[in-house]
């Protein structure tokens, strides 16, 4: 299924603390970011890359892909999507709906998750969507670098952490996984278009600065995130020994 007013956006970046260059690195005789457009536009009709790079820029347009140039002071993904949705409008003429933020290190993206985000704004009531999976292992729970949701009843998140929430008394840790169902975030997501241009207006919040989690900002500021569930997370590559891990399992596959 693919909808026709849902616009997908990669951020892409050439200068990474981590890994500079992480776009263009070679994966199986292509540049990781035509292998994250590939699988995105297998889910979505309207795909386009966002970088600040004439090398990225290059690159995609070497392999047919739609790309946009934006500024290279954007602070965050959220806010290159939302420069690189008024640029697209303003030269294709066509509004859309809604956005979604594709990472630009997942090679291998599952094109349902970017369906699973899509039909989220069948409901004109979304505001932002987001994707999450059961955690079930103790050590994944205790991972500062593995967000935590919690959500209510409705499937909307009430709170993202990096800290193991809710905490449970009288219970060892060791068996919390196993005494209470833990959400674990998959960084996804979509936004309605006039919701993306509004949150990109609003000041860095209390929450965010604490946990440095960006989504943190919307909640304290009253928008309500929608959260769909998964059990299929996708590969993200951050260094270059995920990159050698990544090549040595495509050669095996």
């Not at 899509?118 to 999450?132: C, D, H, K, N, Q």
């Not at 990096?162 to 840790?173: C, D, F, G, Q």
Request: aromatic letters at 10%.
């Amino acid at each position: 299924m693919i909808l026709d007013d849902i616009l997908g956006i990669i951020p892409a970046r050439y200068a990474s603390t981590r890994f500079p260059g992480k776009p263009l690195a070679d994966i199986g005789g292509k540049p990781m970011i035509q292998r994250v457009y590939e699988q995105s536009r297998k889910a979505l009709k309207y795909v386009y890359v966002a970088t600040d790079d004439i090398r990225i820029e290059n690159a995609v347009l070497a392999f047919g892909g739609n790309v946009v140039m934006t500024s290279p002071d954007n602070k965050s993904g959220t806010d290159r999507c939302a420069e690189a949705l008024n640029i697209i409008e303003q030269a294709t003429g066509k509004s859309f709906e809604a956005v979604i933020n594709i990472q630009g290190d997942e090679p291998f993206i599952e094109p349902h998750l970017l369906e699973m985000l899509s039909v989220s704004f069948m409901s004109s009531f979304t505001e932002i969507a987001t994707l999450v999976k059961p955690l079930t292992k103790t050590e994944d729970l205790f991972d500062a670098n593995k967000p935590k949701v919690v959500v209510n009843i409705k499937y909307e998140a009430l709170y993202f952490s990096r800290s193991p929430i809710p905490y449970l008394r009288n219970v060892a840790k060791e068996d919390w996984v196993k005494n209470h169902k833990y959400y674990a975030h998959i960084g996804l997501y979509g936004y309605r278009s006039d919701i993306l241009r509004e949150i990109t207006m609003l000041k860095p919040s209390s929450l965010e600065l604490a946990e440095s989690l960006e989504q943190l900002r919307w909640l304290e500021n009253g928008y309500t995130i929608s959260v769909r569930e998964t059990e299929h997370e996708s590969i993200a590559i951050d260094t270059p020994d995920d990159l050698k891990k990544t090549r040595q399992w495509l050669m095996c596959h």
